[in-house]
């Protein structure tokens, strides 16, 4: 199985602020890597799909990049709707995987 | 507008039975791949099983192989889980999710959820 490392596992940052948070797999997955965002009680939700492409309807402050082993997702300048959870994904392999979690607060 | 509503969730004792289900509406069900996910209380995700769009075939995470049996109806629009030899550690928040219309993998939709509660 392709394990998926995120760090940091948690964060805290200012409005503004512009903030990356990485994601490692354990083997090349090319491109099929996925982003989501969780909000407390909710549903994960699409955020960047093939490692770059920003699903609709997504802010343009969110950016995806990376390919092989090494991902990153930024955002350019974080707001408080921000706060969540976010998870990256692989698909290049069965079984689907995803790394631990990135906790993201306002300081 | 794209819908995916689960149900079927509750508690139960290890060692029991559950069977989850998946009403899809506001797209063509039979088009699409489909997967359940779980979380469990204060953890991550986890992909527990996927299903092709015509049912033919079909992958479990090891940790429910032989257990979990993801299953559809393309003529009602359900998405099934059933769930047996429950264990303490299925305690989670199982969400179905549709997958890309082209290839596999990306969850674009996803439930709100249905909670499974495994306890004696």
């Known amino acids: 199985d392709i394990q998926m490392t995120q760090s940091p596992s948690s964060l805290s940052a200012s409005v503004g602020d512009r903030v990356t948070i990485t994601c490692q797999a354990s083997q090349d997955t090319g491109i099929y890597l996925n982003w989501y965002q969780q909000t407390p009680g909710k549903a994960p939700k699409l955020l960047i799909y093939d490692a770059s492409y920003l699903e609709a309807g997504v802010p343009s402050r969110f950016s995806g990049g990376g390919s092989g082993t090494d991902f990153s997702l930024t955002i350019s300048s974080l707001q408080p709707e921000d706060v969540a959870t976010y998870y990256c994904?692989?698909?290049?392999?069965?079984?689907?995987?995803f790394g631990q979690g990135t906790k993201l607060e306002i300081k | 507008q794209v819908q995916l509503v689960e149900s079927g969730g509750g508690l139960v004792k290890p060692g029991g039975s559950l069977r989850l289900s998946c009403a899809a509406s506001g797209f063509s069900f039979s088009d699409y791949d489909m997967s359940w996910i779980r979380q469990a209380p204060g953890k991550g995700l986890e992909w527990v099983s996927h299903i092709r769009r015509s049912g033919d075939h079909i992958y479990d995470a090891d940790s429910v192989k032989g257990r979990f049996a993801i299953s559809r109806d393309n003529s009602k629009n359900l998405l099934y889980l059933q769930m047996d030899s429950l264990r303490v550690e299925d305690t989670a928040v199982y969400y179905c999710a549709r997958e890309g219309a082209k290839f596999s993998g990306t969850f674009y939709y996803w439930g709100r959820g249905t909670p499974v509660t495994v306890s004696s």
């Open positions: 994904q692989q698909y290049h392999n069965l079984p689907y995987t």
